[in-house]
């Protein structure tokens, strides 16, 4: 049984440009999370969907955005990506009630450059 | 807002001793806490959670966890600490009312010598 996978698994990128990254939840799971782990830091949320719809975000600006399909999946983008972007971007998934823990995928690492 | 905190960034403990982790929490209500671990170049692994009821909670690889109410902490702990423990430990906390968004602390590093 597939926990979460994320893709890719590393990328570089320029100031300015933009970038999706992408998570299959865990089997049965149908709650997406992502979390941004900046280098030394615990991670930080990001936003939460369900229901394809974003359910609750964190403190991020606009420049942050998602997605989720009608299988579960995600997507995060993030748009004019700064310097300040270049962390491991986490995603986790977990069934819809409030007490179920989170399973992680092993995140995506983003440099910007 | 809940927030936690891990005051010691690093831990040191020789192979088959004790080891803690600590933790301390700030929540309004009743709190759903959390340890995760963190190999290198891997995601968070669960390891244990407090929603409700005893306060000494056991988890994964003999790894516990003692629910303070009055002192708001939430200390990790294994009996005898093995080299394949050393790793990142994050504690994090939920608010019970919301949509399971989690709050981690900065992560504690866990160095166990042989």
């Known amino acids: ?113 | 807002a809940q927030s936690v905190a891990q005051p010691e960034d690093q831990v040191n403990v020789a192979e088959g001793n004790p080891l803690t982790v600590k933790c301390t929490y700030s929540v309004s209500g009743n709190p759903y806490l959390f340890w995760y671990v963190q190999y290198p170049n891997r995601g968070l692994q669960f390891l244990l959670k407090y929603i409700t009821g005893d306060n000494l909670v056991k988890g994964s690889y003999g790894f516990e966890a003692e629910f303070n109410k009055s002192q708001t902490s939430f200390h990790l702990k294994k009996p005898s600490a093995l080299v394949s423990d050393s790793a990142l430990y994050f504690c994090a906390v939920r608010d019970p009312k919301g949509f399971q968004k989690l709050v981690f602390g900065t992560g504690t590093r866990l160095l166990v010598s042989p």
């Open chain 1, 1 to 113: 049984d597939a926990g979460v996978t994320q893709s890719p698994t590393h990328l570089i990128k320029t100031r300015g440009q933009q970038v999706t990254l992408r998570c299959s939840p865990k089997s049965g799971h149908d709650t997406v999370s992502w979390y941004q782990q900046a280098l030394g830091q615990g991670p930080q949320f990001i936003f939460q969907y369900y229901e394809e719809e974003e359910r609750q975000r964190g403190n991020f600006p606009d420049r942050f955005s998602g997605h989720q399909f009608p299988n579960y999946s995600s997507e995060l983008n993030v748009n004019a990506l700064l310097l300040g972007d270049s962390a491991l971007y986490l995603c986790a998934s977990s069934g819809a009630s409030g007490a179920n823990v989170l399973t992680f995928g092993a995140g995506s690492r983003l440099t910007v450059l």
